[in-house]
């Protein structure tokens, strides 16, 4: 009995490609984001802790953070996210030369990025070992910087894929789940921009 009733399912105007919670590839974004999300929680955690028993944050004698390259910094990465509402749409309607052309973007956006974060480095004015406030703070600002250099690489060779004949349909699926990460990135950044730039200044 449990055998026809299989034989009579007929899934052939089921969709091979879809977005969204429907796709599995979209949940283990989500779980990436989670995980990510998490680290970067304890690392603004540690900030807040260190200050809060400090007398003084920034230490004597140490300088606060520089704020033009970190500012510009942080506005291009909000900006960047009306691109990749390009590449989400070029995904959704499977267009490949659109998204073709909106990865590309991406992909310079993405090595950008690597750019102004080594500027946001510098800007904090003091070297990584010089006391607990700038051990911090570097912690702070270089777990980001991971997850933009493995955005930077993985944006860069899925946009060479794209430009190859082996494209499928799960390609537009991938594409709308990497613009979902995107977004993430890029936004998450701005609290942890507030707290290590613009802290020392009104703390």
Same mark, same amino acid.
């Given at each position: 009995?449990?055998?026809?009733?299989?034989?009579?399912?007929?899934?052939?105007?089921?969709?091979?490609? +879809?977005?969204?919670? $429907?796709?599995?590839?979209?949940?283990?974004? /989500?779980?990436?984001? *989670?995980?990510?999300?998490?680290?970067?929680? /304890?690392?603004?955690?540690?900030?807040?802790? %260190?200050?809060?028993?400090?007398?003084?944050?920034?230490?004597?004698?140490?300088? $606060?953070? !520089?704020?033009?390259?970190?500012?510009?910094?942080?506005? +291009?990465?909000? %900006?960047? =996210?009306?691109?990749?509402?390009?590449? !989400?749409?070029?995904?959704?309607?499977?267009? %490949?030369?659109?998204?073709?052309?909106?990865?590309?973007?991406?992909?310079?956006?993405?090595?950008?990025?690597?750019?102004?974060?080594?500027?946001?480095?510098?800007?904090? =004015?003091?070297?990584?070992?010089? =006391?607990?406030?700038? !051990?911090?703070?570097?912690?702070?600002?270089?777990?980001?910087?991971?997850?933009?250099?493995?955005?930077a690489c993985?944006?860069? /060779?899925?946009?060479?894929f794209l430009?190859?004949?082996?494209?499928?349909?799960?390609?537009?699926?991938?594409?709308?789940?990497?613009? +979902?990460?995107?977004?993430?990135?890029?936004?998450?950044?701005?609290?942890?921009? *507030?707290?290590?730039? %613009?802290?020392p200044y009104?703390?």
């Amino acid at each position: 009995m449990s055998d026809s009733r299989a034989s009579d399912v007929d899934v052939a105007a089921l969709p091979t490609t +879809v977005f969204g919670p $429907r796709d599995l590839g979209w949940w283990g974004t /989500v779980g990436f984001m *989670a995980i990510e999300g998490t680290t970067l929680l /304890v690392a603004a955690s540690a900030y807040l802790y %260190l200050w809060r028993n400090a007398p003084t944050w920034p230490p004597e004698h140490t300088l $606060r953070p !520089s704020l033009f390259w970190p500012t510009l910094s942080t506005a +291009v990465l909000v %900006l960047s =996210n009306l691109p990749m509402i390009g590449v !989400s749409r070029a995904a959704h309607r499977f267009d %490949l030369a659109e998204l073709r052309r909106w990865m590309i973007v991406a992909s310079v956006l993405s090595v950008a990025f690597l750019f102004l974060r080594w500027q946001e480095l510098l800007a904090l =004015n003091s070297r990584w070992d010089t =006391n607990a406030y700038a !051990s911090v703070a570097w912690l702070t600002v270089g777990m980001h910087a991971s997850l933009l250099v493995m955005n930077a690489c993985e944006t860069v /060779v899925f946009t060479v894929f794209l430009h190859t004949s082996r494209v499928t349909e799960r390609y537009f699926s991938d594409a709308s789940d990497a613009g +979902v990460y995107w977004v993430f990135i890029t936004l998450v950044w701005v609290p942890l921009y *507030a707290l290590v730039y %613009l802290g020392p200044y009104f703390i």
